[in-house]
Nanobody, 125 residues
Framework: QVKLVESGGDLVQAGGSLRLSCVFS????????MGWFRQAPGKEREFVAA????????YYADSVKGRFTISRDNANNGLYLQMNSLKPEDTAAYYC??????????????????WGQGTQVTVSS
């Protein structure tokens, strides 16, 4: 059974940093594209970053490029999001996700079939 569990969300001041973690179970996810999405209250879910199965390829939303870094450790079933220079507009629930198949670093959430329960990130001004 596939399961994803996020952690690391917190309340932080603008300019600060956080590192989100996602522990996944199920052998399928170690060989598929994974990503991070976020959703703020009253807004649609938004793509944040994606990473290939090997970790060699990454892709970021323009809004986080240069500030966030996605990484993975398949040996330990971990997916991570290092977030630096946080802004109030980064406030959202953050979700890790795994693709159902394919190798593209897609930004379309409908291409991801496995989701965690989310972890809240709040950035104060």
């Amino acid at each position: 059974q596939v399961k994803l569990v996020e952690s690391g969300g917190d309340l932080v001041q603008a300019g600060g940093s956080l590192r989100l973690s996602c522990v996944f179970s199920g052998r399928t996810l170690s060989s598929t594209v994974m990503g991070w999405f976020r959703q703020a209250p009253g807004k649609e879910r938004e793509f944040v970053a994606a990473i290939s199965a090997t970790g060699r390829r990454t892709y970021y939303a323009d809004s986080v490029k240069g500030r966030f870094t996605i990484s993975r450790d398949n040996a330990n079933n971990g997916l991570y999001l290092q977030m630096n220079s946080l802004k109030p507009e980064d406030t959202a629930a953050y979700y890790c996700a795994g693709r159902l198949g394919g190798y593209e670093l897609t930004t379309n959430g409908n291409e991801y079939g496995y989701w965690g329960q989310g972890t809240q990130v709040t950035v104060s001004s």
